[in-house]
C-alpha cells in the first residue's frame, strides 16, 4: 500500500516540475513577478560581485513593490541565488513542491487518523485499509487537483501558508487526542494534560500557527478558529453543562495561553515595527468594501469562483463529510471551515477576483472527504471484487483526467519570450522625460525584464475597484493630475485600452505618437497630434 502512496507522491511532484524553466507569467504573472523583483532586489543587495548601479536599481525595483508580509519564500530564494552564484527563478518551484508534498503527506496522516478506528490496538484489517485508502484518496485531491498544481508551484506565499495551516490542524489534532485520550480509547473524558506529550503538541501547535500567520496574516483566521473549537471540543465544552464550567478550566491551563502567544507574537512584532500598514490594509480592503457583504451578487460569485476551481461534486462531497465525521473530527472540520467564511468576510473584494485567496480550501476540502471516502469504501471492500474493480477504474481516470487538465495550461502556453520582448520596448523608452503606462502587471514586466520602471494609469480593475470605494474621478481632471510631470504615456495593455474608450480617444486626439511596434505604442505628452485624421485608430 505504501508503494502507491509513493507513486501519488511521484505524481504530484512531476505534474509540479513540468515545464519548470518557462517564466513565471503562467499563473497570476502579477504577484509572481513581485515575488521575483522582490528576491532579485534581496539577492544583489547580498551579492559582492553585483555593479553598484545594478545594485541600487534593483533595489530600488523591490522598495516600489511594497510589503504587506514578511518576504520569507523570497529571502530563502535569494540565499539559493547567492550559494549559485546566479538568478534562477524557476528554483522557487522547486521549493514550492517540497513544501506542498510535504503537505500532502501530513494531511494523510491526518486524513488516515480521523478515519481509522478509535481503538487502533483492536482495529482490523479491513478498517485499516479503509482508512489507507480514504486519507490516499484525500491526498490524490490535495495533489492532483488542476487549481493545487498551477498554484501550488507559483511564486508567492500561500503554498507555504498553506502547508502551516496544515502542520497547524495536524498539531492541534494530535493535542486533543492526547488530552481526550482517545487514541486508545481507555478514558472518554478529558484527562491531566500536564505532561510531556501534550505540550509538545501544544507548542507545535502555537509555533506552526504562528509561522502561518507570519507567513501571511489572513491565516489568522483558519488557525485561531480552528484552535479555538478543537480547545473547546476537547475540554467537553460543546457537551458540557453549563456551558462556562470548561470555560474557567480552559483559561486556567497554561498549554492554551501558551498555543495563542506562540501564534499572535510573531506577527505583532512584525506589524508593530511596520507602522500603519496593517490598518492602512484593513482601511482598504476590508472597510471601505464592507459592503460588500451585504450584497447577494458577492456570494453568488464567490460560490461560483470557488466551485470553477474545486468542482461541484469535491464542494457536496466535502458538505457531506462534514455531516459524516466524528464528533471530534466534526470539531476540526468546523473551525477550518468557519475560519474561511470568517477570512472570507473580511475580505469580501479578494473573494471572487482572486483565485489564489482560496487555496487553502483544497486543503479543507481534501481533508473533509475523507469521510465520504471512509463511507464509500468501507461498503465496497465489503461487496464483490467486481465492484472494487470498477470503483478503482472509475477513480484512474478522474485521476488521469485531473492531470492532463492541470498540464494542458503548461504546455499548451510558452512565456519563453517575454523577456526579450518586454527588453525590446523598454530599449525604444526614451530618457529625456517621465513615462506613465497603461501597461500588464502594475509595470512588473517591463520591471523584472525590461529594468524600467514606469508610473501607472489605473487598469480596468482599478477603476472598478474606485467605484466600489465610491470614489470615481471626472476623467479629465483625473487625466491632467495623473499625467502632471509626465512626457510620455506608453500603452501595452491594448484589451484594457479598449475599455478605457475616453482615454484612447484622448490620445489619439490629443498627442503624437512618438514610437510604435508588435505590441505597443508610446505617445509624447509633450507634443500635440498634428494629423487628426489619425486621431483614432
Not at 1 to 25: E, F, W
Not at 301 to 310: A, E, H, S, T
Not at 346 to 375: C, E, G, K, R
Request: proline share 4%; aromatic share 16%; glycine share 4%.
Amino acid at each position: 500500500m505504501l508503494l502507491i502512496l509513493a507513486v501519488l507522491i511521484l505524481l504530484g511532484i512531476s505534474l509540479r516540475l513540468y515545464d519548470l524553466t518557462d517564466q513565471p507569467i503562467d499563473f497570476h504573472p502579477t504577484r509572481q513577478l513581485r515575488g521575483a523583483i522582490v528576491a532579485r532586489g534581496m539577492y544583489y543587495e547580498m551579492s559582492a560581485s553585483t555593479n553598484e548601479t545594478d545594485r541600487q536599481q534593483a533595489k530600488a525595483f523591490w522598495s516600489s513593490t511594497g510589503q504587506y508580509e514578511p518576504s520569507i519564500l523570497e529571502r530563502l530564494v535569494a540565499i539559493t541565488y547567492l550559494w549559485i552564484g546566479k538568478e534562477i527563478f524557476w528554483l522557487v518551484r522547486i521549493y514550492n513542491t517540497i513544501f506542498w508534498i510535504m503537505g500532502g503527506l501530513i494531511l494523510f496522516d491526518l486524513a488516515r487518523r480521523m478515519t481509522s478506528s478509535l481503538d487502533s490496538v483492536n482495529e482490523d484489517d479491513l478498517n485499516r485499509k479503509v482508512s489507507f485508502f480514504s486519507a490516499l484518496l484525500a491526498t490524490a485531491y490535495f495533489l492532483v487537483l488542476p487549481f493545487s498544481v498551477q498554484a501550488s508551484r507559483s511564486f508567492q506565499p500561500d503554498p507555504s501558508m498553506v502547508v502551516w495551516i496544515v502542520l497547524s490542524s495536524y498539531s492541534v489534532y494530535r493535542w486533543s487526542e492526547k488530552v481526550f485520550n482517545i487514541s486508545y480509547g481507555h478514558n472518554k473524558n478529558p484527562v491531566s494534560i500536564q505532561n510531556r506529550d501534550t505540550w509538545i503538541w501544544a507548542i507545535l501547535t502555537g509555533l506552526f500557527s504562528g509561522l502561518a500567520i507570519l507567513t501571511k496574516a489572513v491565516a489568522f483566521y483558519t488557525v485561531a478558529i480552528t484552535t479555538l473549537t478543537m480547545v473547546l471540543c476537547a475540554f467537553g465544552a460543546f457537551r458540557s453543562k453549563p456551558f462556562l464550567s470548561p470555560i474557567f478550566r480552559i483559561l486556567r491551563t497554561p498549554q492554551i495561553w501558551s498555543m495563542f502567544l506562540l501564534m499572535i507574537t510573531p506577527t505583532a512584532v512584525y506589524y508593530l515595527s511596520r507602522g500603519g500598514r496593517v490598518s492602512e490594509y484593513f482601511s482598504s480592503w476590508t472597510l471601505a468594501l464592507s459592503h460588500l457583504i451585504l450584497e447577494p451578487n458577492t456570494y453568488s460569485r464567490w460560490l461560483n469562483l470557488i466551485q470553477d476551481l474545486m468542482t461541484w461534486t469535491a464542494l457536496l462531497m466535502a458538505l457531506l463529510g462534514i455531516y459524516l465525521a466524528k464528533r471530534h473530527n466534526r470539531a476540526l472540520l468546523l473551525g477550518l471551515w468557519l475560519g474561511y467564511l470568517a477570512y472570507g468576510l473580511f475580505l469580501p473584494y479578494q473573494m471572487y477576483t482572486h483565485s489564489y485567496y482560496h487555496l487553502q480550501l483544497v486543503f479543507l476540502i481534501a481533508l473533509s472527504i475523507s469521510p465520504v471516502f471512509q463511507w464509500i469504501l468501507g461498503w465496497l471492500l465489503r461487496k464483490d471484487k467486481v465492484w472494487q474493480i470498477l470503483f478503482a477504474g472509475f477513480t484512474l481516470i478522474v485521476l488521469m483526467y485531473y492531470c492532463w487538465q492541470a498540464l494542458i495550461p503548461l504546455y499548451s502556453q510558452d512565456y519563453r519570450n517575454e523577456p526579450a520582448y518586454w527588453q525590446e520596448i523598454a530599449s525604444h523608452l526614451p530618457t529625456d522625460g517621465k513615462v506613465i503606462a497603461l501597461t500588464q502587471d502594475y509595470g512588473y514586466r517591463l520591471m523584472y525584464y525590461g529594468w524600467r520602471k514606469v508610473s501607472l494609469w489605473p487598469n480596468r480593475g482599478e477603476i472598478n475597484l474606485s467605484n466600489l470605494r465610491d470614489s470615481s474621478k471626472d476623467f479629465q481632471e483625473y487625466f491632467a493630475k495623473r499625467t502632471n510631470g509626465k512626457s510620455y504615456f506608453l500603452v501595452t495593455a491594448f484589451r484594457q485600452f479598449e475599455d478605457q474608450p475616453i482615454l484612447k480617444q484622448t490620445l489619439f486626439h490629443e498627442f503624437s505618437i512618438s514610437a510604435e511596434g508588435p505590441g505597443y505604442i508610446l505617445f509624447n505628452l509633450t507634443k500635440p497630434n498634428a494629423d487628426n485624421s489619425r486621431s483614432l485608430p
